[in-house]
């Protein structure tokens, strides 16, 4: 089951990439962000109040049990990790073409899985790391497709963004096992609605205060926002694909390591709109760089086997 709604979030995933690339384009990359965090917040805030008022969602996925600071705590480590690479991920996606945002995301898993070596102490199989080589130059191709666009790998400040995006995105998916095991376990052992519903709302506190101070004082000086309402599908896929995300974390027998792996399958769909809907450039070369990232993925599954 936990492997079946790995494949659900992957297939949310890349239509949230989709929306969130529409939204950003010509537009003010802070104001979105806040936004997102917003809605995501509107959609799980009835669950907290529900939760805390009354006894309709008692025994329901949807039921948010009332933690102390101790578990809020970890929950506000998470929201400073996913909203610093939503942020270095926002401005990369908003300057580079989807086609190539997506098949770079998708080699978080590798990160995942190197992280999982040096900190779970877990160790790689030859099948994993097949994986890790695929994925290494998957990368170095795509670095060659990118140059016809007049992208330079080692000195662009976008790519640079997006390789932060994804060191950060992976340290939030080790943070996430973490957070999701039980203490037997060596875990934290936190209830998945209390972090989903409370990380969105610690987000958006530290986006409003972003907007207010970083971009409000300097917004006629940088690129105007204005609305979209695609804006709005960000954060209902995304609030979809993490709550299925982190339900099957929650199952037993849940592979952190597999999950990260199958939930990047995203960059399927969003390579695929890349083509259909933003029309861009040299889609021969990038899908054989797909290509290569993804068998990188199908060894990382085998080898977590």
Not at 16 to 25: A, I, N, P, Q, V
Not at 34 to 42: G, P, R, W
Request: glycine content about 6%.
């Amino acid at each position: 089951m936990w492997l079946l709604l790995a494949f659900l979030s992957a297939a949310l995933l890349g239509f949230y990439d989709t929306f969130k690339k529409k939204s950003l384009r010509n537009n003010a990359v802070i104001p979105v962000l806040f936004l997102n965090t917003l809605f995501s917040t509107l959609i799980f805030l009835p669950f907290i109040i529900l939760s805390a008022s009354s006894h309709t969602l008692d025994g329901s996925m949807f039921y948010v049990p009332q933690m102390g600071w101790a578990a809020h705590r970890f929950i506000l480590l998470k929201s400073v990790l996913v909203l610093s690479s939503w942020i270095f991920g926002y401005f990369a996606m908003k300057h580079l073409p989807l086609s190539i945002v997506g098949p770079i995301n998708a080699t978080r898993p590798v990160l995942v899985l190197v992280g999982a070596l040096l900190v779970y102490g877990e160790r790689l199989n030859l099948w994993q790391w097949a994986g890790v080589l695929l994925a290494i130059l998957s990368f170095f191709l795509l670095s060659r497709s990118g140059r016809k666009e007049g992208i330079d790998f080692k000195h662009n400040r976008w790519i640079f963004c997006l390789i932060i995006a994804a060191l950060l995105g992976a340290a939030s998916g080790l943070f996430d096992k973490y957070l999701m095991a039980s203490v037997q376990d060596g875990g934290v052992g936190l209830n998945r609605m209390v972090v989903q519903s409370w990380y969105n709302i610690y987000q958006m506190v530290l986006m409003g205060i972003i907007l207010c101070i970083v971009w409000f004082p300097k917004r006629r000086l940088s690129t105007p926002f204005r609305w979209d309402g695609a804006i709005v599908f960000i954060s209902i896929f995304l609030s979809l694909a993490d709550f299925v995300y982190f339900y099957a974390l929650s199952l037993p027998g849940a592979m952190i390591s597999v999950v990260s792996m199958v939930r990047r399958g995203s960059v399927i769909v969003s390579f695929i709109t890349a083509v259909l809907f933003f029309r861009e450039r040299n889609v021969k070369s990038k899908a054989i760089d797909l290509l290569l990232v993804l068998l990188g993925m199908i060894c990382l599954y085998i080898g977590s086997h």
